[in-house]
Nanobody
Framework: QVQLVESGGGLVQAGGSLRLSCAAS????????MSWFRQAPGKEREFVAQ????????YYTDSVKGRFTISRDGARNTVYLQMNSLKPEDTAVYYC???????????????????????WGQGTQVTVSS
């Protein structure tokens, strides 16, 4: 079992920055990928970014490219999401998720599918005011 705990959410003005953290514990050796998702009220959970557990590869959804950066601290078993130039439409509960098995590099659909992940954190609220 892998346990995930997010932190770092809050209220920020448009154009501001926040850094989210996701600390993993338990069977971290089984993790292949870590991703961030978000869910706004009344909307589906949306893929945001992914990083391999080795930290060698990252992938972003188009709406956050150039603004968000996903990274990993191997010594701390922690994944981060640095969010810059925040917009009101970034307002959502942000979740981190872990997946234990390999995804083909071009299989974006599986990468972005919430059902394909094995463990989830409890979520952290990000609110961006205009």
């Amino acid at each position: 079992q892998v346990q995930l705990v997010e932190s770092g959410g809050g209220l920020v003005q448009a154009g501001g920055s926040l850094r989210l953290s996701c600390a993993a514990s338990g069977r971290t050796y089984s993790i292949y990928y870590m991703s961030w998702f978000r869910q706004a009220p009344g909307k589906e959970r949306e893929f945001v970014a992914q990083i391999t557990w080795s930290g060698t590869s990252q992938y972003y959804t188009d709406s956050v490219k150039g603004r968000f950066t996903i990274s990993r601290d191997g010594a701390r078993n922690t994944v981060y999401l640095q969010m810059n130039s925040l917009k009101p439409e970034d307002t959502a509960v942000y979740y981190c998720a872990a997946r234990a098995s390999y995804i083909q590099r071009d299989d974006v659909a599986t990468m972005a599918a919430a059902y394909s992940y094995d463990a989830w954190g409890q979520g952290t609220q990000v609110t961006v005011s205009s």
